[in-house]
């Protein structure tokens, strides 16, 4: 067994069963997937204890502490595979996900991080988003182009530069600053056919944008100087806005009102 997938959840009951469905569709097998309850009200847990995957070894964490970031860490243990992918929830992976992933580290054995691009359902529209994340990736190659719906890594380059942590980063971008870390480990490529389709709401991001001006000095910063930019910065600026990993449980797109 080579993989890990790992999967955090909080109150998903609407989407998780979709997400496993993809992940029991994957043409690579075995692989272990880790589920984590970060404290669900709703049914997700029942969803997911009910999963049977034929060639998946399926792991229950529960992780009481809100916040996504604890749930990755909780799940940091649980995973002794040569590679893992961290996926979220209510996202779509289509059936060559892990296949593609594998033959990108196999390929090249200074790949730690093998990069999904997030693509709308409408084909032409996704045609265009793959083949631009193929352009900003090579004129960027030492940032991250994606979010942590779609990371996959070489497992020992992960634990590496120290893992999903809280005490690095407790707030918001967390998947843009593990990769600051895991970066400097080696090479990260983002394959034309590893994507994946996150849910529609993910439009919304209220309450964990960064501004116009970050984002723009995130990608002109050099890379020599990005150690510079997140914990010197981006990160006391996220914390005076109180942007922490907490705000990743709110669901701006539910409606307050019955």
């Known amino acids: 067994m080579r993989w890990t997938v790992v999967i955090a959840y909080y109150n998903e009951q609407a ?27 709703d049914r997700s847990a029942a969803i997911a204890r009910a999963a049977v995957i034929d060639g998946v070894e399926i792991v229950h964490l529960d992780e ?3 916040g996504k970031i604890v749930a990755l860490e909780r799940a940091m243990a ?15 992976y289509p059936p060559h996900y892990l296949a593609t ?14 990069m999904a ?7 032409a529209k996704a045609r265009r988003k793959r083949r631009h994340n193929q352009i900003v990736s090579r004129l960027w ?13 070489r497992t020992a380059a992960l ?45 919304d991001r209220r309450r964990v944008r960064w501004t116009l001006a970050e984002r723009l000095l ?5 890379a020599a100087a990005k150690d510079w930019y997140f914990y010197r910065f981006l990160g006391p600026r996220l914390a005076r806005r109180k942007l922490s990993h907490l705000n990743l449980r709110e669901k701006t797109w539910e409606s307050a009102t019955p």
């Open 15 to 41: 989407y998780l069963a979709d997400t496993l469905a993809s992940l029991a569709a994957q043409t690579l097998r075995p692989f272990r997937l880790v589920l984590v309850d970060n404290g669900s009200t």
């Open 64 to 66: 009481k502490r809100p």
């Open 78 to 92: 649980a995973i002794t595979t040569e590679f893992v992918a961290f996926g979220d929830a209510d996202t779509f």
């Open 101 to 114: 992933a594998q033959a990108a580290f196999d390929a090249d054995g200074g790949v730690v991080a093998a």
């Open 117 to 123: 691009t997030d693509v709308p359902r409408d084909s």
């Open 141 to 153: 190659p030492r940032q991250t182009h994606t979010g942590g719906f779609g990371q996959t890594f």
């Open 159 to 203: 634990v590496a530069a120290g893992g999903y942590a809280e005490r690095h980063w407790p707030y918001v971008l967390m998947d843009h600053e593990i990769m600051q870390r895991v970066v400097q480990q080696g090479r990260v490529v983002y394959p034309y056919d590893l994507w994946c389709v996150p849910s529609d709401r993910r439009d």
């Open 218 to 222: 995130y990608h002109f910063t050099p």
